[in-house]
């Protein structure tokens, strides 16, 4: 059974950072994409961060560029979300996704889910 389970959302207070993972078990990801999608309150679910597992390329949404790395261990089948400098409007649930389709932004391309990590920024 495939499975993609997130972890390390909390509460931080605005400015501060948190370090997100998400471990896949079941199959190896090495040769598709890994993602990060965010969903807030009464919002639909958008694309933050993505890396291709095969070449490492790694893309961003503009509104975490600068502030969000993304990166893998295919060695743990694992990918990490840094996040620095977190504002307010950060604050959603996180979930990790997995596509064939590299660099693909689109919620509707993912074809494994997590059932994600709550990340809530204070003011």
């Known amino acids: 059974q495939v499975q993609l389970v997130e972890s390390g959302g909390g509460l931080v207070e605005t400015g501060g950072s948190l370090r997100l993972s998400c471990a896949a078990s079941?199959?190896?990801?090495?040769?598709?994409?890994l993602g990060w999608f965010r969903q807030a309150p009464g919002k639909e679910r958008e694309f933050v961060a993505g890396?291709?597992?095969?070449?490492?390329?790694?893309y961003y949404a503009d509104s975490v560029k600068g502030r969000f790395t993304i990166s893998g261990d295919n060695a743990k089948n694992t990918v990490y979300l840094q996040m620095n400098s977190l504002k307010p409007e950060d604050t959603a649930v996180y979930y990790c996704?997995?596509?064939?389709?590299?660099?693909?932004?689109?919620?509707?391309?993912?074809?494994?889910w997590g059932k994600g990590t709550l990340v809530t920024v204070s003011s």
């Open positions: 996704a997995a596509t064939s389709r590299w660099y693909s932004r689109q919620p509707d391309d993912m074809y494994y």
């Open positions: 079941g199959r190896t990801f090495s040769s598709d994409a």
């Open positions: 890396i291709s597992q095969s070449d490492g390329i790694t």
